[in-house]
Nanobody, 127 residues
Framework: QVQLVESGGALVQAGGSLRLSCEAS????????MGWFRQAPGKEREFVAA????????YGADSVKGRFTITRDNDKNTVHLQMSSLKPEDTAVYFC????????????????????WGQGSQVTVSS
């Protein structure tokens, strides 16, 4: 498994932008698809976006399509979530997670299929 550490969370005004980063330890980062999830107060954790091990395939939740972009750099063992046009409803703790690339892509939104999780990074969007 990989160990994951998120960074970049902050307080931002509505309409603003923010980039989250997730750094993975270990030499096997490229074996994993990576995902971002978020959990708002009083709500269940939900899928945000995911990217295949080679970066050639991505998928995002309808709520963030056109506003959030997920990218990765396998040379630096990092994955990023570029967020723009932020809304107050984007306020949440954001988690990155790693999922073995051997698993079928069809389950990419299912948090139960992820093998490692970061500790989370708080994003607060003020109105």
């Amino acid at each position: 498994q990989v160990q994951l550490v998120e960074s970049g969370g902050a307080l931002v005004q509505a309409g603003g932008s923010l980039r989250l980063s997730c750094e993975a330890s270990g030499r096997t980062f490229s074996r994993y698809a990576m995902g971002w999830f978020r959990q708002a107060p009083g709500k269940e954790r939900e899928f945000v976006a995911a990217i295949a091990w080679n970066g050639y395939k991505t998928y995002g939740a309808d709520s963030v399509k056109g506003r959030f972009t997920i990218t990765r750099d396998n040379d630096k063992n990092t994955v990023h979530l570029q967020m723009s046009s932020l809304k107050p409803e984007d306020t949440a703790v954001y988690f990155c997670a790693a999922r073995l690339s051997s698993r079928p892509w069809v389950g990419i939104t299912n948090e139960q299929e992820y093998d490692s999780w970061g500790q989370g990074s708080q994003v607060t969007v003020s109105s």
